[in-house]
């Protein structure tokens, strides 16, 4: 006999399907060519699926961004709670899971980070109508990272939205100059968040 669904189950389906049909399609086509019909025809759904979820194009992007981190964070925070200690192993593989997560679509990302922020700078009502969900974004990063932190047992140095904004304000700029410019900057950028980290002794 099939499991029947709650309504509650399927909509965080239809949610998901959207994102990942939005994350696909922004990736192709950038955040200001990418329409909300692209993506619901990717997904399968119609656009009046996509408004139940999300009230703008923006706030879509905002969910799919959001989601990214998380991913990101996760891989930082796996690595993270089995050590001991962070030496030069534990380094050595957190740069190495993000330096793979950046080769599955991670410049495109990234530069969809730097268009949506331009987007953003050059169109204030946009700018204003987003302003409480990108901080929200960046809220849900920084207790992100506090349940991370404190499973492994350790202390930030700095205030997590702090913590959060810096992610967010650098990890493109990281990705980008690793792929563009061929230079691995990966492992020194990841040591600099670390060292924002007090873990125990």
């Known amino acids: 006999?099939?499991?029947?669904?709650t309504r509650e189950r399927r909509l965080e389906h239809t949610r998901s399907v959207l994102l990942d049909a939005a994350e696909?399609?922004?990736?192709?086509?950038?955040?200001?060519?990418?329409?909300?019909?692209?993506?619901?025809?990717a997904a399968g759904y119609t656009?009046?699926?996509?408004?139940?979820?999300?009230?703008?194009k923006e706030e879509l992007f905002l969910a799919v961004s959001d989601r990214y981190w998380r991913r990101y964070f996760e891989n930082f925070s796996e690595v993270m709670s089995s050590a001991r200690r962070v030496g030069a192993r534990e380094l050595d593989e957190i740069a190495a899971r993000w330096r793979?997560?950046?080769?599955?679509?991670?410049?495109?990302?990234?530069a969809l980070g730097l268009e949506f922020s331009l987007y953003l700078l050059r169109n204030p009502d946009a700018r204003d109508r987003v302003a409480a969900k990108r901080s929200e974004v960046?809220?849900?990063l920084a207790a992100f990272i506090v349940d991370g932190v404190g499973r492994m047992g350790a202390t930030l140095l700095i205030s997590p939205l702090t913590f959060a904004q810096t992610l967010v304000a650098t990890s493109d700029s990281v990705v980008l100059g690793s792929q563009l410019d061929d230079v691995d900057l990966y492992r020194p950028i990841v040591e600099?968040?670390?060292?924002?980290?007090?873990?125990?002794?």
């Open 1 to 5: 006999m099939a499991e029947r669904w």
């Open 24 to 41: 696909e399609v922004f990736a192709e086509k950038g955040f200001t060519s990418a329409t909300l019909d692209d993506i619901a025809r």
């Open 47 to 56: 656009k009046g699926a996509i408004y139940k979820h999300f009230a703008t």
């Open 100 to 110: 793979q997560l950046s080769l599955d679509r991670g410049a495109e990302h990234a």
């Open 138 to 140: 960046v809220d849900a």
């Open 192 to 201: 600099m968040y670390v060292s924002a980290i007090k873990f125990p002794d």
